[in-house]
């Protein structure tokens, strides 16, 4: 859809962009897929779906398309074929996280105001369908945007850059195309999340005032309620979802508007100085932002989710502090040992600590042994039971047969010899 985007803002941008927003994604699949963030199964599959799709897009739409072309033009992901089939894709995972965001606030519509279709609707199974379903449909419905481009130049024969064709303006089924991709994104998730989200809000404030009635009625207590309470971070993180999806796509349903009614073209290559193309590059600009902002709403409307990401930061340190005090352990029993054996003196702390390390070594090998020794007919004993070393022997040739030993028998346990 343009040809070599050129400018420091777009060179600082979309690294920044990836940096941030794939770590934050994946971070955000990894702890939406532990499922300890207190969220129902329904929710986290809605939730690590748009994670997923958010990630595709900032994969194909900002890596693979827009940092190519800045860092490297002449290459094969900007001939005209392989840059038709990326922007089709980033339709697709596009429309697919929209949607998903959409099917999101229908869900926790369903489970707030329609107590009836509760049971049947917000289920982990009806999520996966209707994942699916969303995304299958996306990929069908941005077919048509791979013969949408022609080459922008043509260099030895060999075509490079998109550009839309001529035809995309005049003829009626792509205007009729144009028209049905904008309503369906992002109009319509436009008007949708706007009053599903109104509906849910007056369903939740209407009980709210009738919760509260009866606690103030029946004990007189006028302090905080934890489903109050609840409830408020509900309608927070509905509103921090949509309104972000709402307040990053403006610019492009406004740009939008401007080429069909002004009888206009989306502008191809990089000029500073049209406001135009400007207000274009925004537009997109924003609506690939809102793909990572995900990761910062739910860190800061959900206290589970913000405490998993902190374990995860502290869980490298842990292993290493672990790992130190081991080492030291070890090494305090190594100055100590000979004094206690000498002077007839109490064990330490780190001496019966590396016994029992011995201990459970040993325990766990000799269980080893015996249901290695059922299965197969050599056990897993010491290279020793296999191969009598003689004492004087020089060290290399005793590291070498020790070595082959010790693989055979491996290899003898994983059935890779009989």
């Known amino acids: 859809m343009h040809g070599q985007t050129k400018g420091l803002a777009y060179a600082i941008f979309y690294p920044l962009l990836a940096v941030l927003g794939v770590p934050g994604n994946l971070t955000t699949i990894v702890i939406l897929s532990r499922g300890r963030c207190s969220l129902s199964r329904c929710i986290t599959r809605y939730l690590v779906g748009m994670a997923v799709t958010d990630l595709l897009v900032l994969i194909i739409a900002v890596i693979l398309n827009r940092m190519s072309v800045i860092y490297l033009p002449v290459f094969f992901l900007s001939t005209t074929p392989v840059c038709s089939l990326k922007i089709a894709l980033i339709y697709a995972a596009r429309d697919s996280s929209v949607w998903l965001t959409v099917a999101f606030t229908f869900d926790r519509f369903v489970a707030i105001c329609c107590q009836n279709w509760k049971t049947k609707y917000c289920t982990e199974r009806m999520a996966r369908m209707v994942i699916a379903a969303v995304c299958a449909v996306s990929c069908v419905k941005n077919i048509p945007w791979y013969f949408v481009y022609e080459p922008l130049y043509i260099i030895d024969g060999d075509p490079w850059f998109c550009n839309i064709k001529s035809s995309f303006y005049s003829e009626l089924f792509w205007a009729a195309f144009d028209w049905i991709d904008r309503i369906l994104n992002p109009c319509a998730p436009f008007l949708v999340m706007l009053l599903l989200n109104a509906l849910t809000v007056r369903n939740i404030l209407v009980a709210n005032r009738a919760r509260r009635r009866l606690r103030v009625q029946n004990t007189g207590d006028r302090q905080n309620d934890p489903e109050m309470e609840s409830r408020r971070k509900s309608i927070v993180l509905l509103f921090t979802i949509s309104g972000s999806f709402l307040v990053l796509w403006t610019l492009y349903v406004v740009h939008f508007f401007h080429v069909r009614f002004t009888n206009n073209s989306y502008s191809t290559g990089s000029n500073l100085n049209d406001p135009w193309f400007i207000l274009q ?116 040739a005793r590291r070498e047969i020790e070595s082959i030993m010790s693989s055979r028998s491996v290899s003898r346990l994983l059935g890779l010899e009989t």
Do not use: W
């Open 281 to 396: 590059e925004t537009g997109n600009m924003s609506q690939l932002l809102s793909c990572c902002t995900n990761t910062c709403i739910y860190a800061g409307t959900q206290t589970k989710f913000r405490e998993e990401f902190i374990n995860g930061l502290k869980y490298p340190l842990i292993r290493i502090r672990k790992q130190t005090q081991e080492c030291g352990a070890i090494r305090a029993h190594g100055s100590s040992s000979g004094n206690t054996e000498r002077e007839g003196e109490r064990p330490s702390h780190a001496d019966s600590y590396l016994r029992q390390k011995r201990a459970d070594t040993s325990s766990c090998r000799s269980e080893r042994e015996v249901i290695d020794g059922a299965e197969h007919p050599f056990a897993f004993r010491s290279n020793v039971d296999y191969f009598k070393l003689p004492r004087r022997i020089s060290r290399r």
